[in-house]
Structures are given as structure tokens and as C-alpha cells.
């Protein structure tokens, strides 16, 4: 046997190889060291021939879920190896082999986080761009994207935030790519660099499609291509089984939708927050009241991924309004989607043979929703509505057959009976009426036989040895008749058999294995048979999933009184009476606020004391403009949106401690990465620019930054400061307008107003937050005195050439000179020693040139 394990252990080197051995799956060697440490479970040692003693350790196999999610979790890859005959019919070592290998990006059986996916994402690089091929097993989306840059790369795949990256094995991506899984927590895995090129890419894809030609499907380029190609082989060749339920890949580019790059969605916290990761607290956390997971999945990739269509949105708009207006279709929709389970991962459950009988009753029970659905939208004026009850289809064969067929309530286990109802099968239903005709026979035989043989305590009864036996206690063992057998003495009595006894519990017993089996055979055909309505389970899980993510727009548009906000193609950004859409739920007296960006007016310049609301006001128009391009109501008294195409932020001082950038390093990064990549359609937040940095440097390159946005981008902008002396390009930049939030000052203490107006602030009540906060006495009057000082110091207003005043070396920053040829009269006078030279030879040397210059030498 041991040499078996080592065969197969060879060909799985990078795996943790789990040994199915009766009951366990045991580990030996350096894998039971591995197992043993992270599992915390018990290392033993066991006898390996001329090895001598190896280590050891197992799990049992009922409970290996666990075990697998544990170590995948940490990374790990887990060969899981078989018995592929029965133990007791195997001649010599029973035959086993790698049936699978579980990795994490395809360990769908344990802790998914229901509302999000699991993705396993290859990524292939074709001359200067990169494929990227996403695919979630537990419910078979496959999405594929090509993207242009490595930084819009990194971009996506912190998005998607795949569990498992896959590249070529000799693909240099794989150094690239090791600082972003890191980050990600993220394991690399590797398939064959054969199988990364582009035919034998096509070839798996073609096959597993079973289509003569990729490019309906879109996959039109070498890079997506080779991506779907080795995503698909990768999980073929470590799934081993079937993958019917990946019906088709749908590809993406990132302009269908509006562009929010890495840092931003971190920074606005669209589904998690900054400072500990949850979605409570989130913008996702306010606004998903979606009723199923599907739903969930769908609403945080639209809210990471809103449109950039006027008519897309509008669509949707129309939906959520009539779903806001129509109080009672809302709600019976909702009491509806209560029913629906997880169809997408129930599916994938089924097609890769975990599903069990309560899986299909989930299934049966789900689709039940649909008619009623059907006839609450089908004939609905908006059409978004109808359109999406016209892609159910209640599938009504499929209820039928699971209700006749699987029990209302079946067990966990399919291997157990109890699964399948009366009436489904003559054949069961025989075996059945046997087995309680047996039973009811061996129930009625103990009265008959107390009655026989006139012993009053005589018991029928049943072991998992001996099988039925009659129990006679000693007294009364002289009253018992001839034709019983003696089969066990106990201390205070005996216990018989009869023939008769015997032939009927062979008949209960096989009659019950067999309904055991029967069941489960049973059970497989309907299984089998859901699975053939895959394509038409996925569309209404599709449609379902949609219709959740509607409502629970509207349900947030309700519950929070939201408004409609209109899109226009033009750049206006008008909002009144505007709020934050998370703040305002956490704390009360959240004060609204307008905003005006108009084509004359590109750029708002924010100043106000610390605690004033500049942050929240920048973050909260981004979220607007966010919530309004995915199609919901906006939390304003009213909203005119002009589309944007990317949104840039750059917020706050968090450091990034992790990929070991300074706070400036970061800063700068982003707004370099902003000044590339924005156009005049982009929304850009930049809360205090500059700050990373000494003030003079800060404030050079705050204004340096304006200048450019307001001269070349003509982006919309919105710039908070505490460098007061920005204000002052207001008079300078035309686009520019100054904005301030209004404190209130009384008897040395500020009042926040919260309030948003024209103008500009000019102190910073920095010292008075800080009294708030509890800073010492003694500090605070000595930072006072500072401050005077400091100021009495500033007087005339701070020079903002700052580069000459810095003795920065400014000419480092010019275009290299272009060398240009010297004039000839130049190194003739070059080479002349003055000191040389009489007063007449001066003169006379100096017509000689003036000479030659007018001839034009
Ligand atoms: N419009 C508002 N209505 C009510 N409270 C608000 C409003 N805006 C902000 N606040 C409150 O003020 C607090 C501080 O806001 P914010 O962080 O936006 O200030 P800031 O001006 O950016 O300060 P700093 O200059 O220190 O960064 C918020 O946490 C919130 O509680
Ligand atoms: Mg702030």
C-alpha cells in the first residue's frame, strides 16, 4: 500500500495528498507534518518498511469539509485520492486514485460567503495587453475582460478579488503578479505552459463549448483567449469531473461601465470599510435589502461596476421608480424572493454531485415563486419589468416531477433512504409494503407467541448481531416449545430463533437495503433529469437575481427617501439638498448640501476647519454620481447627473503600510496615475492634496495639480484644502470656485454648521478641535502662543513661487536643451585674450566681425 501512496504522491508533489483508507483520509510524511500543525490534530507514526517509521496523521471522512475549507483557506492545494473499488471484493490493494484537487479557488463545498463570489481567475498576457478569466464554480459565471495596461490589471483583479490566480508555469506574469496576490491573500497556481498557448487554449474551449467558432461568445483576441483557455483546463484537469454547468463565457470591457479604480472604491467604501473591512458601515451596507444571495452578488458587482449608458440607466430608473411607487407589488415581490434559494450555487452543487435531495427540494420550492412572478410582471407597463418576468419560466415538468418525487423534508445523506414519496415508483412501493408487512409481522409476533407458549414476559427483539430473536428469562425457560433455537445466553435469560423468524427478517432486511439503494438510484434520475434544464434554471436565476437587485433599490430609495436623479450626456453635476448617503444613517441632524458644477464653473475649491465636512461633502457627491450611473435613487432633494466616465480619488493619509509606500510616496502615485488617465467626462475628489508633505512642497504641488486639471483636463473637480492661500486662484482660474464650510464662533468656542457656501475661510480653529478632543491645557496654551507667533510672522502673503524660493533646481524639470551647432564668430570670440589686445586691434577686430556678419557668414 505504501508504495501505492508513493506512486501517486509523486504525481501530486504540490498537493497535500489526502489517502482514503476505510473511514479516514490519512496523511503520511512531510504532508501529515503540514496537516497535523495547521489542522491541530494528533501526529502518530506508523511502520513504512525500509523507510522505518514515517508520520502520520488522518481525518475522518465524513467531516473532511472542514479540514479542506481549513487548509485551503491558508492556501494549501489537496489531492483528494479514493478507494475506487469496494474494499471487500478487491483482490490484493485495493485500487485508488486522485479524484480531485481541491484548491481555493475551487473549493465550493465550504464557508462561501453567501453574497459574494468565489472567483478563480487565470490571467495571460498577449503582446502589450492581458487576459483575464474569471470563473466562479460554485456557480458557473465565467466572465473574460482584456485590458491594455498592467496597472488597469491590478486594478481589476482588486476587484474581482479571486481566491486563486492562475498563470503559464514558465509565465514571467507569475513575478508580477506575486505582490498583488499577496494582497489579495491569493494563491498562485500554474498549468501547463502547453496548455496557455493559443490553439491548444481555443482547442479546450471549443471542445468543453462544443462549438465550431469563439467569437459569438467574444472571445476575439489571443489574450482572452488563452485566459478562458487555461482557466477552463485548469479547472478540468483538477476538477476531473464534469463542469456542465459553465454554459458560456460573457466578456466585458471596462468602458461599458463607469471606471473606479482600486484605491477609489477603498476610499469611498463602496462594499467594505477602511478601517475594519466590513460591509457594515459600507455603502453596500446601506443599500442591500436584496432577499436572495444571487441578488446580493449582483447588487455589489453593479455598485463596483455602474453603467455609463443614459438609456441603460433610465431603463433600470423606471423599474426602481414603479417598484418605489407600487408599494404591494414591492412587497409580494419581496415576500417571494424569501422563498428563492441559491439557484446559481444549488446548480453547481448539483452538477458536481455534492447536491442531495434537500438541494432539489430547494429547487422545487424556488421555481414554485415563479407563476405568481410571471403574473405580477409579465403584463407590467415598465417594460424592464416585463422584460425580465418574460425570462422566467416556471418550468412546471421539472415541479412536478421533484414535488411527486423527493419527500417534503429528506435527510442530509441520499445514502440512507427516506428520500423519495409514495407513489413515485411501483417497484419501491412493493419492496416497501413488503418490508412493514415483514415488520408488522415480527410486531404481532411476540402477543402470538406470549399466547402459544403461555410465558408472559417473552420479548421479540433485535440486535445488530444476531438479527430478530425471542427473549425467554430463565424461569421460564422450561415453558419454551421445541421448535425454537437457541442462538445467545445473557445472565438472566436466553435468546431464540425460529425458521420462521429467520426467513422473515432476510426478507425486512433485504427488502430495506434495497430501498436503500432503490432510493438513491431513484433520487440520481431526478437529479439527472434538473440538470438537463441547467440553461433554463440559469436564466431564471439570472432574472431572479435582477429583479432582487431592483427591488432592493427601491426598498433603499424607500426606506431612506431617496430621489430619482436625472442623467444627462452634457457635464453639469447639479445636486440639492445632497446628503451622505451612510453618514446620514449613523448619526442624526445631518445637514444637506448643494452642489453646482456647471461647464463655467469645472472646479469647487472647499477650505473649512478640521471637523468642518469637507470629506464627507467630497465623498458624498462621489456617491452620488455612483448610485445614480448604477440605476438607483440618489439621497438629495433633487439630482441632475451629466454621465461620468471614471471617477479619481484621492483621500485621506492612510498608509500603505503594506506594499511599504511612504503616505507621499502613495499620494503622488495616485494623483499620477489620476493626471494620466482622467478625461473631461471624470469626476475627481482630491481631499487635501498635498498634505503628505511640508506645507510649501504640499501647496506647490496642490496648485501645480489644479492648474493642469483646470488648463488641460477640464475635469469636474472637487478640492478640499487647508492651505488657505489656494483661495486666491480664484482669481486667476476661471473655472475655479470657491467654497467654504461655515463654523460659527462664540465666546472662543466653534460651532460646526456643516453648511456648504461661496467663499473662503481663513482660519483653521485646528487648536479649538483639538481642545475638543481633550488635549491637555498646558498644550493647547502653549500651541496658542505658537500660533501668534507664527502668524505675526507670515505678515505679507505667502509667495507661491515656490520653486525659485526653494532653490529647487527647477531646470531638472525642462525638456533637455537641443544642441545647436555654434556660430563660428562665437568661438572666435571665444579664443580672443583680451588682455592681448591694444585699444585699436579691439576696434578693428570689432568691424572685421561686423563685416563678416553682414555678409552672412
Ligand atoms: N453635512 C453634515 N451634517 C452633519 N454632520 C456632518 C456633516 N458633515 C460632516 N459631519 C460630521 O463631522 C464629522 C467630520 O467631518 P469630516 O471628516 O468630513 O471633516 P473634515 O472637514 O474633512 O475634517 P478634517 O479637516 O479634519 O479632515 C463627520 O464625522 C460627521 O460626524
Ligand atoms: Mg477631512
Redo the contacts with the bound molecule.
Sequence with gaps: MMKQYNEIKKRYQDALLFFRLGDFYEMFGEDAQIAAKELEIALTSREAGKAGRIPMCGVPHHAVNGYLEKLVSKGYRVAICEQLEDPRQAKGVVKRDVVRVVTPGTFIEGALEDKRSRYLTAVAAAGSSFGVASLDLSTGQFLVTELGAFALLEDELFRLGPAELVVGSSSPLEGQLSPIASQLEATISHVDQRLAHMDAASETLLRHFQVATLSPFGLDTEAKICAAGMALAYVQDTQKGILEHILRVHTYTLEQFLQIDAHSRLNLELTRTIRDGRKAGSLLGVLDHTRTSMGGRLLRWNLEQPLVHKEEIARRQDAVAALVEEAGLRLEIQELLDQVYDLERLMGRLTVGTGNARDLRALCASLEVIPRLKELLDEHTVELLSSTGAQLDPLTELTGLIDGAIMDNPPISVREGGLIKQGFSTDLDELRTASRKGKTWIKNLEAHERQRTGIKSLKVGFNKVFGYYIEVTNPNLDLVPEDYQRKQTLSNAERFITPELKEKEALILGADERIVDMEYELFCTVRDEAKGYMEKIQANAGALAFLDMLQSLAEAAVRHNYVRPEITTDTALKITQGR?PV?ETL?S?????DVSLTEEERIILLT??????????LRQVALIVILAQMGSFVPAASATIGLVDKIFTRIGAADDLSTGQSTFMVECAETAHMLLNATSRSLIIL??LGRGTSTFDGMAIAQAVIEHIHDKIGARTLF?T?FHELTKLEATLPKLAAYR?EVQEKQGAVY?L?QVSRGSTDKSYGVNVARMAGIPKPVLRRALTLLQELEADRGKPVQLDLFASLQYDASSLDEPPIEEEEHPLVAELKSVDINRLTPLEALQLLAKWQQDIKEGQ
Design positions: 451622505h453618514i448619526q441632524g445631518f445637514v444637506p448640501n473649512g476647519p478640521n471637523m468642518a465636512g469637507k470629506s464627507t461633502y481631499d487635501e478640499s487647508h464650510v460646526f456643516h
